[in-house]
């Protein structure tokens, strides 16, 4: 089953989330700091982390990108405030999805499954995630392996982010498939609106790691106002 790090410093919230989670039948461990969770991550691999924004010694945002900077695990936030902004920007920085408190655990749950379950489909080869094993995606000289977060072209590895690879892995999983913006936002960077800029940004990046310009594609083809389609170029067709 899976194995969750609990960030929570209210010891009554703290004691909740690990009696229920565990009856769900979730391996939990917890602490009630963002210095002690980021030694935690650096020894152990979860599954997920839960992490509470108001704790007592770094700021919220300041844990992620530090946590962010060790670990690629998915990242559920719990915030007190319902700040829009805020959550965008968390969402931005590496957080996988967010919560607002009060939240049930059955609610915790639901959004635990999915991020899990999005991990394994889409990239972060956790432990844990024997049950659904995906094989390499290949497109022409591309081998996208998603459960080791690797991809190769020509069998040379390429050197991506963790965003870069999500969303080459997400583009290689349909392949010829004109794949629309607002998809890319919700299944790569878990948004319901946003900044095209974000994904010309990131597609620029990965168009340069695979040695093509929009110019001149080869791979990547983006469709103004469509979307963008992954697909082999002409020799390997
Ligand atoms: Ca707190």
């Known amino acids: 089953m899976a194995s969750v790090l609990v960030v929570e410093d209210d010891q009554f919230v703290r004691s909740a989330l690990i009696r229920q989670l565990t009856e ?82 059955a609610h915790l749950s639901a959004r635990m499954t999915a991020v899990l379950r999005r991990a394994r489909g889409g990239g972060a080869g956790e432990p844990g995630g024997a049950a659904a094993l995906p094989t390499v995606l290949r497109v022409g000289g591309l081998a996208v392996d998603p459960l080791r977060r690797q991809a190769q072209l020509d069998g040379v590895t390429l050197d991506l982010t963790r965003r870069e690879f999500d969303l080459l892995a997400y583009l290689a999983g349909r392949p010829g ?37 929009a110019a001149r594609p080869r791979y990547l083809h983006t469709l103004r106002g469509v979307g963008v389609k992954l697909e082999p170029p002409a020799e390997h067709t």
């Open 24 to 105: 769900a039948s979730y391996t939990v461990r917890s602490v009630g700091t963002a210095l002690e969770a980021l030694r935690e991550v650096a020894q152990i691999g979860f599954d997920v982390v839960i992490l509470d924004l108001g704790l007592p010694d770094l700021d919220g945002a300041e844990a992620l990108k530090m946590l962010r900077g060790i670990t690629d695990v998915p990242v559920i936030v719990a915030t007190a405030r319902d700040d829009e902004a805020e959550i965008v920007r968390l969402l931005n920085d590496g957080a996988d999805d967010y919560l607002v408190k009060p939240f049930s655990v």
């Open 177 to 213: 498939v004109v794949v629309p913006r607002r998809e890319l936002l919700a299944e790569v960077w878990r948004q319901a609106y946003g900044d095209d800029q974000t994904i010309d940004v990131h597609l620029s990046w990965l168009r340069r790691k695979l040695g093509e310009t």
